[in-house]
């Protein structure tokens, strides 16, 4: 069974602090993503990548950055954390380099991030 | 940008009764897959249907997708407590060589005991 980890269910952090959010996925998947959920407005992509090092905006990047270094791990990186960034925060993988939309997609168990 | 958009948005129905939900879509698509996410956790896949299939089943779900309509449906038969969850339809638009699942918003299905 694919298992994607997240490393925090919840956190709380200040305005303007450094957030990171941690994802890893162990079965050799090419593509990863990182959605935020608000209610209401469903899941909104906010980056993905295809490959190490390789890296894609999705619909709402403003506000976040990503890393990914090694093909199993993907981060989600607030420069500043602000309170309009309060949400839960989802990662997935999936097959397919470059054609995610064909693949189904395995989804981490989320991250209720609260900026106060 | 959102496509795929569900209906109802919100259903409650009584256990051993069917759920009915919908989705349409706006573009052609490659594929169109549903989800499930129970209450505070990550989404789980339940079916993908391509866009040359019409019909699909798996256990007690039944997805149909009309192209020429642009729509889907996902029956969930003899419906029990633990099917209370979110539903979310999620499509893949074609043509496109770097597509991504585009998700809508969702409907809360309630099954009352």
């Known amino acids: 069974d694919v298992k994607v980890t997240q490393s925090s269910r919840y956190l709380v952090k200040r305005t303007g602090e450094k957030v990171f959010l941690e994802c890893v996925q162990d079965m050799d998947h090419e593509n990863m993503f990182w959605y935020r959920q608000d209610p209401g407005l469903g899941l909104r992509l906010i980056y993905f990548?295809?490959?190490?090092?390789?890296?894609e905006k999705g619909d709402i990047p403003e506000g976040y950055s990503v890393s990914r270094e090694k093909k199993e791990r993907f981060s989600l990186i607030l420069e500043s954390a602000s309170t309009n960034q309060t949400s839960m925060y989802l990662c997935a993988s999936s097959l397919g380099q470059g054609t995610s939309g064909k693949y189904e997609q395995y989804f981490g168990p989320g991250t209720r991030l609260t900026v106060t | 940008s959102q496509q795929g958009e569900e209906d109802p948005q919100a259903l409650s129905i009584q256990e051993g009764e069917n759920a009915t939900m919908n989705c349409s879509y706006k573009?052609?698509?490659?594929?169109l897959q549903w989800y499930r996410q129970n209450s505070g956790r990550g989404l789980v896949h339940l079916i993908l249907i391509r866009s040359n299939e019409r019909e699909k089943h798996s256990g007690r779900l039944r997805v149909t997708l009309d192209t020429s309509k642009k729509s889907s449906s996902l029956l969930i038969t003899a419906s029990r407590a633990a099917d209370t969850a979110s539903y979310f339809c999620a499509t893949d638009p074609a043509p496109g060589a770097n597509s991504k699942l585009t998700f809508g918003k969702g409907i809360t299905l309630s099954v009352r005991p």
């Open positions: 990548s295809y490959d190490v090092k390789m890296k």
């Open positions: 573009t052609s698509i490659n594929n």
